[in-house]
């Protein structure tokens, strides 16, 4: 039983037992005084529509505000500062909750950080800062090959599936995306209904288990993919090949959350977790994920094509690279995502130990493809903890085109970081399937806080962009970027991270950094060339 229906029966007995009390003993009438109040209270929780938390949890929701106000005090002697918190700090919360409902959203004080900490980072500013431009700034997705290029935000919601996320959920990220004007990805999960709702624009992930797209066995299906893939709200297409969060071991769903729709649109049973093969089936090497990349393009009618991963193995980014080049087909985009990338569900070593940072492969995918002349070509996203202006900046700087960001989303909708996504009892009813949960979170309120997230997101990157003496998100280098390295000592990114000229992977001599990756490179496998190599002599 919800807690909803607990209240309300509990409120009838309440009512009923005072009024036949009173008849023998007239001054419990008192009572009154305490209980209607209450009463009122929890029958207001439940027919408001702004909080999922007092929506779901009548009267004893208000336990977690009052704690709020109180948590300065009680944080700054007894718990934790507001830079401890993992994943995210409630600092950063606090901000993106602002942000979402149009509070207040400047910072006294002064900052909270240890500027002479190693790995404090900053952007240098100008002494002749420009005005902030009201520039709506777009980037095309879409090379020679395609026919139907997408100009698409900066700033765009990560992979986050329906199933992991609830209906509800996905309708108001969606609506947000439609009014806002910039992308919702869809994740691995399938194209459901919730998704071509409101009209958003869409980025469709097909992932190993090929969700709405598949057969009965769970291999791709392109009659299915083709349908689905030409409807308008469709703008690019994604193949994810891992993801952050858990790279190389496929997508989770656990049982408790899959429904008979869920069930239906992912053309799974419901007796089981539902877990993606670690691997595609429709190809197995490097020239046969750009040959699914043409065919992809073909059945879509001319769509942005592109794929994600988390970085591995390098040499088998640049196998892939190399298949390109033999073939001449190029993705339209290929999404970067980092190791510490979130997920509703995934074991705690892969969460913690496998995948390659966002920083790190960011910068091998950029380099990698300006080596080999290819940059101009690929458009590159990245992901992974970006919720502010500077994270937007920061990643800009060091080789993006754009950002997306699925957990700042969260919080927009009303995330509060309670860890329960896994578990099917998210109170807030983000990330659950629990009917009396997902009734918490009322789209019409909530689409317009991702909007309003997304919004003022854009504006502090702009502020920041202006506030370096740039007009344009094109002007920021890695050089605009300090790290302190000492108490005593910082550097740019610039000098950091080994940036590479254009052609450099084409010459005779490969740059130090490269080189075993280039030499190990197979663009007709995966395996590294000298391993394949010894197999072959043995």
Known sequence: MSVRKIFYAASLVSISAVELTAQYFPDVRVVYAVLLPLIALGIHDVVQTKQAIKRNFPVIGHGRYLLEMIRPEINQYFIESDLDGRPFDRERRANIYQRAKKELNTHPFGTKKNVYEVGYEWINHSIAPVPASKEEFRVKVGGDSCQYPYEASIFNISAMSYGALSQNAVLALNKGAKMGGFAHNTGEGGLSPYHLENGGDLIWQIGTGYFSCRTAEGKFN???????ARAESVKMIEIKLSQGAKPGHGGILPKEKITPEIAKIRMVGMDQDVISPPAHSAFSTPKGLVEFIAQLRELSGGKPIGFKLCLGAKHEFLAICKAMMALNIYPDFITVDGGEGGTGAAPLEFSDFVGTPLDDGLY?????????????????????????????????AMGADMCNSARGMMFALGCIQAMQCHSNTCPTGVATQNPDLVKGLVVEHKWKRVMNFHHATLHSFVEILGAAGLSHPSELTPAHLQRRISSTETRNLGDIYDYIEPGALLRDSIPKPFQEAWLNADPEQFMPAQSRLKTMLK
């Open 222 to 228: 392109p009659v299915a993919f083709e349908e689905k």
């Open 364 to 396: 091998f995918v950029h380099n990698a493809l300006v080596g080999l002349n290819l940059r101009d070509k690929i458009r590159v996203i990245c992901s992974g903890k970006i919720t502010t202006g500077f994270d937007i900046a920061r990643r800009l």
